[in-house]
């Protein structure tokens, strides 16, 4: 018998939602010329949140020329001290409604809430207040020759799984440099970001430095390919970005793509073992595993797979799954329906290649998009759920004898975002990282961001830095 | 040879626990069974037989006119009142726990230290709290602290008197060394691990807590035998005291949350106890002054 259950702990903060939202275009919320609206779901419990503008061409191409306007007659030539100013005054926004735009990320995206309160949302408002405090200080990014100059009209096109952070890492640095931005959110998780542009407007951010619209891939196609865009900065899957590449070939536009992941999280037999396990478990259970560089592919030394597997598979049932906003929940919902079938998919597929599954035994709620937390043993360097990104709670355990078949097996993949390496040697941390063809690789922890640390691939998950001064050289023309 | 223990990710981990959110009926399940696991304690120079007959009389009935709240588990003394609170809680389930081995210290001759155990066990001490020497361990001579642990169990004679090994873990200095410390009591016979005595500056932190319940938890994988925790020194709120429990239900599994593996030893913890649960009850907090002191 339960003697000591969690009661439910919901988080009781609202959330001013709106019935409709318009598109954010020159400082107004205008009705979409497109005429068209889409819904955005809750996938924690499949209802209806609100709907939301669809920006067709026409709406791009406006979104685009108020930009455009706005960096010519205001944004360029604006005191960078000023600058700062709004962007501060924008990092003041989040944090004085970060309970309010946590709960909304939550409803929209199924995160759970303590992510959303103690992740996203702080670490959102950390990147605004980082690069305020750039504005002024340009030169000192810049080389010997260098000028600091913006590049004109940003066009930004963010994805579901961190949706306002994602917007934060893109906006505050391409604001500071002195860019204007026309932003695409993503169609599953449009919320946060219409609330970010309110919060632009009470700060009084001049009309045009900041658009938003709203809608789907062909959306994001059509600012791609408009011919007045300076730069375009997309994160997202891999197809997308290649594509995206395709099409600004030969236009001149600067170009930065952070892309999907299939990291390396290597264990050795070394390793401070219960600590391991927690670096695991946040590797690729945080966030529902909808983190392009999740721990997906687990690396350990044959000797401690044994242990390892047992103690993970304890860990996996004390994980608690089901309503995003229980301060209580560590595993919520999948961000869309789509998603959720794409996980079920890969899963089966492992499951036919001879690979063995364990997944955490809990009921799922009846209602809403969720799936258990999960992973495979057994697994082989050729099979798909080695290979292919799942973004999804779903962990592939394969086994090494030696540091050097680790690296070699590491390296092992197109994508190259994020490595992890645990081991209680200090040397043979330094000395593996510097054989792992990724862009962050974290030692003895996993996860961990912050606005003054560059974030990137290499190969197929992309190219340019978000964070620290190479995220502000993204932005500058030089 | 010990697992290693990482600082930075084992305090995040803590600190996540520490996070959870326990409300309404779990706050009140939680405050019961602090309760009944404490360890009411009084461990101080002018302690005396008077001081320990009127916490006795407590331990037997926190609170008269809140009837649902539990006794304690066992009052925890200096051994020469064993005696006095054998006398004052003949005949009930509330245990007698006496701290022995020249605690808090743990600085003397091993004689010294099994007679010590031995005249607790005569007086009719249920549970002995002993004190390993940290001297001797962080000079690196494990076997001899190892000993003592079983020379001092065998002093226990049946095994029904509960042995409590204090590793007094403000004085080892990292979490590895926690780490080892509970391993060595646990293959020594310990029936608990302890945290600290309460007498040095720094005694039972969460972090603490989750390395020793990880010892205890791969322990009784490899041996089948199931050992307690015991938090002790600075437990004062009902929060921490339901961080506590959360450790252990995380790390350990609910089956621990019994009074015969876990016990929070405290002795000012049991007035907020009983003033949250009260709160609990009647959506109001009660003044101190509505609670016997002691």
């Known amino acids: 018998m339960a003697i000591f259950e969690y009661a439910p702990a919901p988080e009781t903060t609202k959330a001013p939602i709106r019935e409709q939202y318009g598109l954010f275009i020159d400082g107004k919320w205008t009705a979409p010329r497109s005429g068209q609206y889409f819904e955005t779901v809750n996938p924690a419990t499949e209802e209806t949140l609100a709907r939301v503008a669809y920006a067709g061409d026409e709406d791009v191409d406006r979104a685009v020329r108020a930009a455009r306007k706005a960096y010519d007659k205001y944004w360029r030539k604006m005191r960078p001290a000023d600058r700062a100013k709004y962007i501060y005054r924008i990092a003041r926004g989040i944090t004085e409604r970060s309970r309010e735009l946590a709960v909304l990320e939550t409803m929209d995206g199924g995160k759970p809430i303590k992510e959303s309160r103690d992740f996203d949302i702080p670490l959102s408002a950390a990147h605004f207040f980082y690069y305020a405090g750039w504005a002024d200080k340009l030169e000192w990014a810049m080389r010997a020759g260098e000028q600091a100059q913006p590049i004109g009209v940003a066009g930004q096109i963010v994805p579901w799984n961190f949706p306002l952070l994602m917007a934060a890492w893109k906006l505050a640095p391409a604001l500071a440099c002195g860019n204007t931005i026309v932003l695409k959110p993503a169609e599953t998780t449009p919320l946060t970001a219409l609330a970010l542009a309110q919060i632009a407007a009470e700060a009084d951010l001049p009309p045009g430095v900041l658009n938003v619209v709203t809608g789907d891939g062909a959306t994001g196609a059509t600012l791609v390919g408009h011919e007045d865009v300076d730069k375009i900065a997309f994160t997202g899957s891999t197809e997308v970005g290649k594509a995206i590449q395709r099409s600004v070939a030969g236009s001149g536009k600067r170009l930065t793509l952070e892309l999907g992941g299939k990291a390396a999280h290597i264990v050795f037999a070394d390793a401070p073992m219960d600590q391991a396990i927690e670096g695991i478990v946040n590797g690729i259970y945080f966030n529902q595993g909808h983190v392009c560089c999740a721990g997906s592919r687990l690396l350990v030394e044959e000797s401690v797979h044994e242990q390892i597997v047992v103690r993970l598979t304890d860990r996996l049932q004390t994980l608690r799954l089901g309503n995003p906003l229980d301060k209580n929940t560590d595993v919520g919902a999948i961000n869309s329906k789509m998603q959720l079938e794409k996980i079920k998919e890969l899963v089966s597929s492992g499951i036919d290649e001879g690979a063995t599954l364990v997944q955490q035994s809990c009921e799922l709620p009846e209602r809403g998009y969720f799936y258990p937390a999960s992973f495979f043993t057994n697994v082989q360097q050729s099979h798909r759920i080695a290979r292919e990104e799942i973004f999804g709670p779903v962990l592939s355990i394969l086994t090494f004898r030696t540091p050097e078949e680790a690296v070699e097996k590491a390296n092992n993949t197109p994508y190259g975002l994020s490595a992890g390496i645990w081991t209680d040697k200090g040397s043979k941390n330094m000395y593996i990282a510097q054989y792992l063809r990724a862009g962050v690789v974290w030692c003895n922890t996993f996860n961990q961001f912050d606005p003054s640390s560059p974030f990137g691939g290499y190969r197929e998950s992309g190219f340019g830095r978000e964070g620290g001064v190479h995220g502000l050289r993204e932005y500058l023309a030089h | ?294």
């Open chain 2, 1 to 294: 040879m010990s697992v290693t223990v990482d600082a930075v990710m084992l305090e995040a981990r803590a600190g996540s626990l520490a996070k959870r959110s326990i409300k309404t009926t779990t706050k009140v399940a939680g405050i019961k069974l602090a309760i009944a696991c404490m360890d009411l304690t009084t461990l101080e120079g002018k302690d005396s037989e008077g001081r320990v007959r009127s916490m006795c009389a407590k331990a037997l009935h926190p609170a008269p006119h809140l009837p649902d709240v539990p006794h304690v588990a066992a009052v925890c003394i200096y051994p020469n009142l064993v005696p006095v609170a054998k006398d004052a809680l003949r005949g009930t389930a509330v245990k007698v726990a006496s701290v022995s081995t020249a605690f808090p210290s743990g600085l003397s001759s091993l004689e010294v230290k099994i007679a010590d155990t031995l005249e607790a066990i005569a007086a009719g001490a249920d549970e002995i709290d002993m004190v390993i020497d940290r001297g001797a361990f962080l000079s690196g001579h494990y076997r001899a602290v190892y000993d003592e642990i079983v020379a001092v169990k065998t002093a226990c004679g049946s095994p029904s008197v509960k042995l409590k090994v204090i590793l007094e873990t403000g004085e080892l200095g990292s979490y590895d060394a926690v780490r080892r410390a509970s391993d060595l009591a646990l293959e020594a016979g310990a029936d608990f691990i302890k945290t600290s005595t309460g007498k040095v500056g720094t005694n039972a932190t969460f972090p603490v807590a989750v390395t020793m319940c990880e010892a205890i938890r791969d322990y009784t994988r490899r041996t089948g035998r199931r050992a307690g925790l015991k938090v002790a020194g600075g437990v004062r709120t009902t929060k921490q005291a339901m961080t506590y429990l959360v450790i252990i239900k995380e790390t350990l599994g609910e089956s621990w949350l019994t009074p015969d593996l876990f016990r929070i030893g405290a002795s000012s913890l049991l007035d907020d106890l009983l003033m949250q649960y009260e709160k609990e009850l009647t959506g109001h907090y009660a003044g101190r002054d509505y609670f016997p002191m002691d």
